[in-house]
């Protein structure tokens, strides 16, 4: 277990924009900082993480918290392993009141299969650097593939022995689990029945044997799969065997390389897309580190938008298979469907990204792909044309296709510009062009929304609400009370008092009251005897009033990094603002616009009066139902017209903003 003075010191450690940064493009907003949300799709950013107090916090779908809580949402960490990863990254050294030598054994599932392939990888590369099989086969084709020793081992490439079990025999041997073994597809089950050696019982064999490997990596960099390829011709073997699908592997949301590209993006403001292992390795070689493989498999939606967290460029790098360009054209369009800007590089005949490095120098790599690149339209219309020739009906069926593709573009200014070069690039009317293109568009929103549907929401819509302070939720005047005590307990706030004074001229003297907004709320709401509904409000208050005993000083942090994840949240919820008022407002506009610290006293006092106002209201409502059913009782209920009557008076004279009042009691 984690010691808490580890824990306090990762917490004192950890910056949230550093944090948050390894995964998310951040820009600058005044003091704080903006991006895309990493939990759910958007286009415009509404993800914001506050450096001074350590949190994010996303408007869009809401979800918020510290860096421990980004780490286990992103990652789907335990709250430990969240630790552990942020300790790793600050190189803090994690103390453990109960060190636990069977750690393996202790850690739940999804840590005991990244720690397996952990292990599965180190097996692999002294394989490769140690194994005479390794080296002579293994290593002298990265050799030959014009890889250094130092890219060999930054993207810890291996092998794997050509042995039926080395890997699970040794895994097995150091304490490894089978079922892990299983589970990751490093192993797989063989009946004993079709092995002559071994009788009565179940073998575990390799899934790699006789190939060199490729670790994949998530964003963090831990090893959640790996790709492995065959070098001898086998035509009953696959060139390539990947692992399976597991908890931690999810092959349509991975891009090889995006760990240690991820930066090079977002400083590059672009993303080299290519199609293999070999592909990444050799760009990042030659300085191109902006670079990740798809892996061989067709374009996702979840692979678009892992990018488009770090850029909005995405430059398709594609070899000369014409058949396979066209096959890949789907891919595109999903891009541009997900707002992104493409571009493409068409590598000649018989040549991919890595051929062509071996055959060139590496700055000739750059300049042919800085020389080459074409806009994504520009170049499937290019494409397309080679195949119309003269015939019409080809010819109509590509401006179909094109327009189709344009259409898929959300900004209406960029399709525009689209239109524009296509009716030149095919000789067509752009008015033709842009009637095909609202067309399409006009399918494409029914799809999504379709007319019934819209006609079905208005008059919903449209109905008059009535707006009656005394339906309001008493949740409200809860959120702002803990809200002040978060963000203001410790300021203080002054109150006058006149005083009879024989000394003085008038006969009379102000004093003056300083009190911290806790110890303001606290007397008034506490003391009162009042408890919240909405239980996480609750709980704040009652820690907030046992540390306030304590301390004179509340740090909001304390709430912030707390265990449990409902006053976390609930905390980051509070402290989190969604405008900020720009630095330079009042000299831009000359307008003062008072910020809340400044009206504290009577946001503190009115918040105070307001849930005093709804918990009387909620008393008279209730004493109502009893009256009502005193008198369907034939009881008496004269007691209770006079508690009514009481009540009644306090709301009238807690609307007059009398203070002091103890209406609880």
Not at 54 to 68: E, M, S
Not at 175 to 184: A, M, Q, S, V, W
Not at 357 to 384: A, C, G, H, M, P
Request: include cysteine.
């Amino acid at each position: 277990m984690i010691t808490k003075d580890t824990i306090d010191r990762i917490f004192e450690t950890v910056r949230i924009d550093e944090v948050v940064g390894d995964f998310v493009q951040l820009k600058k907003r005044g003091i704080n900082y903006i991006g895309l949300c990493p939990f759910h799709n958007e286009k415009t950013p509404s993800f914001n993480v506050n450096p001074a107090r350590n949190i994010y916090k996303c408007f869009g779908c809401g979800k918020g918290g510290n860096a421990v809580n980004f780490v286990m949402e992103h990652e789907h960490y335990s709250y430990p392993e969240a630790l552990r990863y942020l300790a790793g990254k600050y190189s803090i050294e994690i103390e453990e009141s109960l060190p636990d030598p069977k750690e393996l054994e202790s850690r739940d599932e999804k840590e005991s299969l990244y720690v397996l392939n952990a292990f599965a990888q180190r097996y692999f590369s002294e394989n490769l650097f140690e194994n005479e099989e390794g080296k002579s086969i293994g290593l002298s084709y990265f050799k030959e593939r014009g890889f250094t020793e130092d890219i060999i081992r930054t993207f810890q490439l291996g092998y794997a022995l050509n042995d039926w079990s080395a890997l699970s025999d040794t895994a097995q041997e150091k304490g490894y689990k089978n079922e892990f073994l299983i589970k990751t597809g490093l192993s797989i089950v063989k009946k004993t029945d079709d092995i002559d050696t071994v009788k009565h019982t179940d073998k575990l064999l390799d899934r790699f044997r006789g190939r060199i490997i490729f670790p994949i990596h998530n964003l963090s960099g831990r090893i959640i799969g790996f790709g492995g390829r065959i070098l001898k011709k086998d035509d009953k073997a696959a060139k390539y065997v990947n692992s399976p699908e597991s908890e931690i592997y999810h092959k349509s949301k991975s891009l090889y390389g995006i760990f240690f590209a991820k930066k090079a993006i977002v400083q590059r403001e672009n993303c080299y897309l290519v199609e293999g292992y070999t592909d990444v390795i050799s760009l990042y070689q030659s300085g191109i580190e902006n670079v990740v493989a798809s892996s061989g498999t067709s374009l996702t939606v979840e692979q678009i938008r892992l990018i488009g967290r770090y850029t909005k460029n995405i430059t398709v790098l594609y070899d000369g298979d014409a058949a396979g360009i066209k096959a890949s054209l789907r891919g595109i369009d999903l891009i541009l469907e997900e707002g992104l800007n493409v571009k493409v590089v068409l590598f000649p005949d018989g040549d991919d990204p890595d051929s062509y490095r071996r055959k060139n120098s590496s700055s000739s790599l750059v300049d042919f792909i800085q020389q080459n690149e074409k806009d994504f339209i520009v170049f499937k219309t290019d494409l397309l044309l080679k195949d119309v020739a003269n015939d019409p009906v080809k010819k109509a069926g590509l401006i179909r296709d094109i327009v189709d593709t344009i259409a898929k573009i959300p900004d209406p200014i960029t399709r525009s510009v689209y239109l524009k070069k296509c009716s030149a690039m095919m000789d067509i009317g752009e008015q033709l062009l842009i009637a095909e293109l609202n067309k399409l568009r006009r399918t494409q929103i029914n799809k999504t929304l379709p007319v019934n549907d819209v006609e079905e929401l208005l008059p919903d819509i449209l109905l008059p609400h009535a707006q009656n302070e005394e339906s309001i939720n008493i949740e409200l005047q809860e959120k702002n009370i803990i809200r002040l005590l978060l963000n203001f307990g410790s300021n203080e706030i002054s109150f006058s008092e006149t005083v009879d004074d024989p000394d003085h001229p008038s006969g009379k003297k102000e004093l003056v009251h300083k009190l911290k907004v806790s110890q303001y709320i606290v007397n008034e709401i506490v003391h009162d005897e009042i408890s919240f509904e909405n239980e996480s409000y609750n709980n704040i208050l009652l820690t907030y009033t046992k540390l306030a005993e304590e301390n004179d000083i509340i740090d909001p942090q304390v709430f912030l990094n707390s265990e449990n994840p409902i006053i976390s949240s609930t905390s980051v919820d509070l402290l989190s603002s969604k405008y900020l008022l720009s630095e330079n407002w009042n000299t831009m506009h000359k307008i003062y616009v008072p910020e809340e610290g400044s009206l504290l006293k009577d946001s503190v006092e009115k918040a105070v009066l307001y849930l005093k106002k709804k918990k009387v209201l909620g008393m008279l409502e209730d004493n109502r139902k009893k009256i009502l059913e005193s008198q369907t009782s034939g009881e008496d209920c004269t007691s209770l017209i006079i508690e009514h009557q009481r009540l009644e008076q306090l709301k009238v004279e807690i609307s007059k903003n009398a203070l002091g009042i103890d209406i609880l009691r």
